[in-house]
């Protein structure tokens, strides 16, 4: 296959961003894990405990939306292809879970964070820059990266009201997925796994910039 030039890949960033903000990203094929459970959320409308659901997935939506821009940004320079393959295989299974959560909130009749394109840019720009650094920062950052959004989908397992099967088929889904995007990660068998661990002030601007979207992708 034809190498893309720099035009091409610009072109695909700003499809991928188009398409992950506005509706029209493909994933792997996988259908929603939570199909069967759709129908019995459907017409809950917005009571509180509907109300809260919403607003928790909106913060899960809005992760997937940083996810696409991490990922597109890990590819953006990467020329190593067994990186670029799994990037682009795990990118879309972070699409299909963006898919899954948006079902949700149109199931819900919640609406999605307006800050969105916000979060794409940001992680867009935060890991062409730990790519930048070399392949076992990437990987470092993509495994830090995936267990962050472990512990977060454990706590939200805990806080989801306890009823709302639907959501918490798709939260252990995601669960699932994301260990395994970080088993890969972390993987040292082909001798190109972790080494680099990521600096303490690196893992805590992490976390920091997460929390402030969990915040106010909650309210916004
Ligand atoms: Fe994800
Ligand atoms: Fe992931």
Request: with cysteine; hydrophobic share 35%; aromatic share 10%.
């Amino acid at each position: 296959m034809r190498r893309k030039n720099n035009l091409d890949l610009v072109i695909c960033v700003f499809d991928n961003f188009l398409k992950t903000n506005f509706g029209g990203l493909v994933g792997s094929g996988r259908s929603n894990p939570a199909v069967g459970l759709v129908a019995v959320h459907k017409n809950e409308g917005l009571n509180s405990n509907g109300q809260l659901s919403g607003k928790l997935m909106r913060i899960n939506h809005s992760g997937e939306v940083a996810a696409q821009g991490l990922y597109q940004g890990q590819l953006f320079f990467e020329t190593d292809p067994v990186m670029r393959n799994y990037l682009e295989r795990a990118g879309k299974e972070e699409a299909d879970h963006l898919t899954w959560t948006a079902e949700y909130l149109t199931a819900k009749g919640a609406r999605r964070s307006y800050l969105n394109p916000i979060w794409y840019v940001g992680s867009f720009g935060l890991a062409v820059f730990m790519q930048l650094q070399g392949s076992k920062k990437s990987r470092s950052f993509l495994a830090e990266t995936e267990r962050q959004v472990q512990a977060h989908l454990e706590k939200h397992l805990d806080i989801f009201p306890s009823e709302d099967n639907y959501a918490r088929v798709i939260l252990e889904k995601m669960f699932e997925d994301e260990g395994e995007h970080a088993n890969w990660a972390e993987d040292d068998s082909s001798g190109n796994g972790v080494k680099e661990e990521l600096s303490k002030f690196e893992k805590r601007a992490m976390g920091f910039m997460s929390k402030i979207m969990i915040e106010t992708s909650k309210r916004i």
